[in-house]
Structure formats: structure tokens, C-alpha cells
């Protein structure tokens, strides 16, 4: 039996309980069979968030951290990723328990993305050069960056490892310290990582790590000693990060919200990959992915047969649903929750009101919070399933004729994270369009690549 880590907050380098009196706990339940998995994460209350904000500033103005240099911020994230790579095991495994994610994914995609990512940022800690400018009028001018002090990161669901890398390693390659706060659904994971940063060399204030829900949240947001706050989640929860931050101390503010990506997919492709990218790559995590394509468009001269190939791989898929998320070889678990799995059937029962359901719809067994691949075609234009994120395996199609339409059709929504051109010919149409995309970023060939090391 693997053992979980302490059900407490990391601060200073060490794990300590709350300070807060009302003495709240929260329950996690194993999505795979509604098992007890925790019954006591401590919730942050203010005295908490005051202690790890006072250190965490303490660290970046006169700790070791302070003087540390670009080479030796350096050392600890290249040993700190190297440490991860051999607690693979144990960080999956906590991480997938009250979650249901399986652990396959966990190792192969989310924890080996995030070592990469430390590496990648712990090549430029010591590449943070400024400007200088030849003397003007008596003046000399030199520009200098420095960091910005203590950074807090409030992350979803549903990769929170992916969160570590790409939330924390820029900001400690650039010298700042950091408090993160996990999802109150998946905990777990980041609190078995927690030591790994102090056995990596990370001084004590550096890098800490509160659990708690939406207050806590709140207290981070507006709390007037953190000088920068970095959000992954809904739209509306962006919103009042943003508000508590501008109320408060003008904060900077990085927000990542939530998307209703569009697959393209014309009568050129390559069309068993495209299959494949479409079908299967949208239920990698059960859709709970917020870059994850849940609109196809498809060219009406192999709209019947792509959406036949569609079906059956979410009934195959469906079939393999129900093992053991600790499998190595299960690839397909449940949602995250029951309020995520009540979200989701009720976005399915207003999408029979509103689309044609080709398959799915149901819920997968008897116990757990499995969801069979659903799969709906011709959505009216103000269909929720058509509009609005879903964030779980719910999969909407329509057809288009030409280019033009394709574009229209893919811009019609107000998200705007990803966009995915599935094409053959990419240097007379792929590159050509995707200018025309109204997106954060286009993926030309491809639903799922992170290639880019990118900072949230």
C-alpha cells in the first residue's frame, strides 16, 4: 500500500497544521468506486495565508534566496526535476486517487512535460540580462529586471502537475518565491511533491503550498503583500481572481480560462490520424481538458463516414471503461466528481433536446462517476452543448461546405484558447488559414500537442 502525504500545508520547508480556528476539513472521494480516500485536507483560512505570504516575502527579501545567483536557481530546478523522475510512481498514484485520472497519463504526458518544462526554465536563470544605452545628453541609461517578489498560483482539476511546471518554473527561474494552491480535488499529488523542493535545495519560504477551497483563493487574490497571481480555471472564477486583485494591491494578473475548442476537418486528411486525433485525443482525461476540442467541423463530403468512425471509437472506448485507474494500461477513468458528473449529465440531457445523439449519453456502471463517450450531431446554433464549455467527454459536430464557412463556424464562440485545423495540405491551406482563426493558439495536424514550453 502506497502512503499518502500528510494532510497539511507546506510552509517553510516543513508541514505544518492550520491556524485557523474553525478547524474545517474536506472529504475525497475515489471517482472510481465513491471510497473514502481522505476525510481530513485542511482548508487555509487568513491566518494561514498571512504566515505563508510573511515567510515567502521574508525569503525573497533576505533569505538565502535573495542572493542566490542564475546559476545556482539553476541547480535547484535541473535537481529538483531530476528528483521528480524517480518519485514518478508515488506522485501518480497520489495524484490519481481522487481523481480517477489513470496513472499512465499521470507519468508519461503530466509529470514528464513538467521535468522538461524545470529543465527549459532552468536554462535562462542565468540568461535575465537587461539593457544599457550609449550616453545621451549626460545620461547614461541601464535597464535592469528584477523579479517581482511573492507570486501565488491557484490551479484546476485536472493536471496539476502541468500547473507545477509551467506557473512555477518561470517564475523561480526568474528569482521570485511562490505559494501554490491545488484544486481542493486533487491535492494529494502536489502535497507528495511538496518535500521534493526542499530535498532540491529550495531555501524554506521559497516555494509553499496551501490547501483550501474558494475562500482561500479569495484570501490569496486580494491579499496586499503578493505582487502577482496566476489563475487556471471557469471564466466566472477568473473573473473574481481579477476583481480581488484590481480591489487590492493592482496585482499582475495571469488568467487561463476555460475553452470550447473547434476541430477542422476537411475532405483532404489523412483520415484514420485524424480519427484518431479527433476521437481518441478528446478523451484523453475524459475531456477534462480546457484546450480539448469538443466542436468538429467536418466537410460534408465525409461527414457520414468520419462520424461512423467517430462512434466507434467512443464505443470502444466505452467498452474499455471501469478498470483500475492504477493500471498502467487503463486509459480511459471517470470524472473528476458528482458534482462534475451532475454538471456533465445535464449538459447531455439538454443536448437531446437540441442536437441528434449518436451514441452515449449514459452513465457508465453502477457506482463512480464514469460517463459514456457521448457523441452529438447538428446542435442548433444556441445549443449549451454547442456554447458553453462542458469539460468532460461530450463531443458536438456539425458539417461545413466551404472554407469560409469552416472559419465562421470556428469563431463562433467566445473562447478563444485553442483552434485545430485537421489538414493534408499544409502549406497551401494550413498555413494560409490560421491567421483567420480568432484563437490563442492554432494546432495544425495535431488536438493534444504542448510542444511549446509555455509560462502561466
Not at 521574508?58 to 542566490?68: C, I
Not at 507519468?107 to 540580462?129: C, E, N, P, S, T
Not at 549626460?138 to 491557484?154: D, M, N, T
Not at 478523451?283 to 481538458?289: K, R
Amino acid at each position: 500500500m502506497v502512503s499518502l502525504p500528510p494532510r497539511k500545508f507546506f510552509i517553510g520547508n516543513e508541514f505544518v497544521d492550520s491556524q485557523h480556528s474553525n478547524g474545517q476539513r474536506i472529504t475525497l472521494l475515489n471517482p472510481v468506486d465513491d471510497s473514502v480516500v481522505v476525510d481530513d485536507l485542511q482548508l487555509a483560512g487568513k491566518e494561514d495565508v498571512d504566515r505563508a505570504v510573511a515567510l515567502a516575502n521574508e525569503a525573497f527579501r533576505k533569505g538565502p534566496w535573495a542572493s542566490f545567483t542564475g546559476v545556482q536557481r539553476a541547480a535547484c530546478l535541473n535537481k529538483f526535476a531530476d528528483i521528480v523522475e524517480k518519485n514518478v510512481d508515488h506522485l501518480a498514484y497520489c495524484e490519481s486517487l481522487p481523481t480517477g485520472r489513470p496513472i499512465a497519463g499521470i507519468i508519461h504526458m503530466d509529470l514528464a512535460h513538467m521535468a522538461q518544462v524545470f529543465r527549459y526554465y532552468a536554462g535562462w536563470a542565468d540568461k535575465i540580462a537587461g539593457q544599457s544605452f550609449s550616453e545621451d545628453n549626460g545620461f547614461a541609461k541601464i535597464v535592469r529586471y528584477e523579479p517581482l517578489g511573492v507570486c501565488a498560483s491557484l490551479a484546476s482539476y485536472n493536471a496539476t502537475f502541468l500547473y507545477i511546471g509551467w506557473k512555477l518554473a518561470p517564475a523561480l527561474a526568474a528569482g521570485n518565491t511562490v505559494i501554490f494552491k491545488p484544486s481542493e480535488k486533487s491535492p494529494l499529488g502536489i502535497l507528495a511533491m511538496a518535500p521534493l523542493f526542499a530535498e532540491a535545495g529550495f531555501p524554506p519560504g521559497v516555494v509553499q503550498f496551501l490547501t483550501g477551497a474558494r475562500e482561500t483563493g479569495a484570501l490569496l487574490s486580494s491579499h496586499q503583500r503578493i505582487a502577482k497571481i496566476s489563475f487556471t480555471g471557469s471564466i466566472a472564477a477568473g473573473r473574481a481572481v481579477q476583481e480581488a486583485a484590481t480591489n487590492s494591491n493592482l496585482k499582475k494578473v495571469t488568467l487561463e480560462l476555460g475553452g470550447k475548442s473547434a476541430a477542422v476537418v476537411f475532405d483532404d486528411v489523412d483520415f484514420d490520424l485524424c480519427v484518431g486525433c479527433v476521437g481518441g485525443g478528446f478523451l484523453a482525461n475524459s475531456g477534462q481538458i480546457c484546450v480539448a476540442a469538443s466542436r468538429v467541423l467536418i466537410q460534408e463530403s465525409i461527414a457520414t463516414k468520419f462520424i461512423q468512425a467517430i462512434k466507434e471509437v467512443f464505443e470502444r472506448a466505452r467498452d474499455g471503461m471501469g478498470s483500475s485507474p492504477l493500471e498502467l494500461s487503463t486509459q480511459h477513468g471517470p470524472v473528476v466528481d458528482k458534482s462534475q458528473f451532475d454538471r456533465i449529465m445535464g449538459y447531455i440531457e439538454k443536448g437531446k433536446q437540441s442536437a441528434e445523439l449518436v451514441t452515449g449519453g449514459n452513465r457508465k456502471g453502477s457506482k463512480g462517476c464514469f460517463i459514456e463517450p457521448t457523441l452529438f450531431v447538428n446542435p442548433t446554433s444556441d445549443s449549451p452543448i454547442w456554447k458553453e464549455e462542458i469539460f468532460g467527454p461530450v463531443l458536438t459536430v456539425k458539417t461545413f461546405k466551404t472554407e469560409k464557412e469552416a472559419i465562421e463556424l470556428a469563431n463562433d464562440t467566445v473562447y478563444g484558447l485553442a483552434c485545430k485545423e485537421a489538414l493534408i495540405n499544409l502549406i497551401d491551406c494550413g498555413t494560409n488559414m490560421f491567421p483567420f482563426f480568432y484563437s490563442v493558439s492554432v494546432h495544425i495536424r495535431s488536438l493534444s500537442s504542448i510542444a511549446c514550453i509555455l509560462g502561466t
